[in-house]
Every structure is written in structure tokens, then in C-alpha cells.
């Protein structure tokens, strides 16, 4: 089982819905949550952190903690075609260690 | 403003020779990661560094890889003899915020013919 689990994709929604990405981690003593935004031939940029469980919320980003389920899912508001990348969840799990997702590719459709 | 730079952005070298890709780190974080990305394998911890010391490079290949921080502004990543399956982005990070969030330099694309 991988330490960190997210759906390939692509996910394609239409411009203005909202985008759910979802991500699944198998170490229950993981300690805090990423999310970041890789545009082709970019590097990863850090979109949102969460630690708590419940809701975090950053203008049309939600991240969302369930730690007693294991999953991080982060909702995109108003999505744009401006939002079509690559998302990658992490999971730090160790005092520097973090693992990293493989990627859901998000496509908005305009 | 403050951001991870890495050089050089692309290098496109031939098998055998040798390979040295850099990072500055963003001023003030003490803790530097390695990364390579390829379509197959998704995002690699190579190795990383804490105060300029290795923490952690069993993600990499040690008979040609090697890391190393002679000081606090430069992390480097050195292959020698490259070889075509290295072929990847290698990213460099950097440590920091309230959080210990990962800040990640553009990437250094290696192509070896």
C-alpha cells in the first residue's frame, strides 16, 4: 500500500464548479498536510498546510482533515481554467521526513 | 523576495560525464531536500541535509551520486559517470515558515544522450 495515495485523474470540471481532490495516507502518526500546485514544467508551489482536523480556508481553497479517516481533501471554489495543473498532497510523517503523492491532474474546462 | 534558486536550469550532457547541479536555499532555512521527478516515478527523495549535515541520503544511488552543503547558502548534487536513466527534474527545497512548510527552487532538467 503507498504511503500516500491520490486518484491519477485527469479531473475535468467545467469553469465556475467546484474542484474536490482528494488524497488518502496510511501513517496515522503523521503530523501535518500539504497541498501543492505543479504546473507543467513548473515546480511544486505550496497552496495550502493544514494540522487540525476540520476546515482551513484561503480565498477559493478549502483544505479539509479527517485524521480518524486518514484523508486530506482540498476543494477548489470557483474553479478557473487558470487552475489546471497537477496537485500534489504531502504528508509529513517524521521530523523532516515527508512523502509525497503522485498527483491528481485537474482540468477546467472554460 | 525570498525564493530557492537552483543552476542550471537545463543541461543536456552526454553518458559518462560528470554532472553538478546547485541551490541556494531561501536565507535562514537550515534544512535543504533533494528531489528528482520523472513522468514514471513521480516525485524521489534523493537525500537531505539539516545545519549542512546529511540527514538522510538512502534514496540515492551512492555509487555515482553524491550531496553535499559546504555552507549554509549552497547545497549541491553531483553524478558521476551520468547515465541516460537519470534523465529526470531534480528539485531542490528548502525548509521553513511557522509551519516547516517545503519551498521548492525551479528545477534543474538533466537530458543524458
Known amino acids: 500500500q503507498k504511503e500516500v495515495e491520490q486518484n491519477s485523474g485527469p479531473l475535468s470540471v467545467p469553469e465556475g464548479a467546484i474542484a474536490s481532490l482528494n488524497c488518502t495516507y496510511s501513517?496515522?502518526?503523521?503530523?501535518?498536510f500539504f497541498w501543492y500546485r505543479q504546473y507543467s514544467g513548473k515546480s511544486p508551489e505550496l497552496i495550502m498546510s493544514?494540522?487540525?482536523?476540520g476546515d482551513k480556508e484561503d480565498g477559493r481553497f478549502t483544505a479539509q482533515l479527517n485524521k480518524a479517516s486518514q484523508y486530506v481533501s482540498l476543494l477548489i471554489r470557483d474553479s478557473q481554467p487558470s487552475d489546471s495543473a497537477t496537485y500534489l498532497c504531502?504528508?509529513?510523517?517524521?521530523?523532516?521526513?515527508?512523502?509525497f503523492g503522485t498527483g491528481t491532474r485537474l482540468k477546467v474546462l472554460a | 523576495d525570498a525564493r530557492v534558486t537552483q543552476t542550471p536550469r537545463h543541461k543536456v550532457t552526454e553518458m559518462g560525464q560528470e554532472v553538478t547541479m546547485r541551490c541556494q536555499p531561501i536565507?535562514?532555512?537550515?534544512?535543504v531536500f533533494w528531489y528528482r521527478q520523472t513522468m514514471m516515478q513521480g516525485l524521489e527523495l534523493l537525500a537531505y541535509?539539516?545545519?549542512?549535515?546529511?540527514?538522510?541520503d538512502s534514496g540515492m544511488p551512492k555509487d555515482r551520486f553524491s550531496a553535499e552543503m559546504p555552507d549554509a547558502t549552497l547545497a549541491t548534487l553531483k553524478i558521476q559517470p551520468s547515465e541516460p536513466r537519470d534523465s529526470a527534474v531534480y528539485f531542490c527545497?528548502?525548509?521553513?515558515?511557522?509551519?516547516?512548510?517545503?519551498?521548492f527552487g525551479p528545477g534543474t532538467r538533466l537530458t543524458v544522450l
Open positions: 541535509f539539516r545545519n549542512r549535515a546529511p540527514l538522510d
Open positions: 536565507l535562514g532555512h537550515n534544512t
Open positions: 501513517d496515522r502518526g503523521s503530523q501535518s
Open positions: 493544514i494540522y487540525s482536523n
Open positions: 504531502a504528508v509529513r510523517v517524521g521530523t523532516y521526513k515527508y512523502i
Open positions: 527545497a528548502s525548509l521553513g515558515g511557522t509551519y516547516n512548510e517545503q519551498f
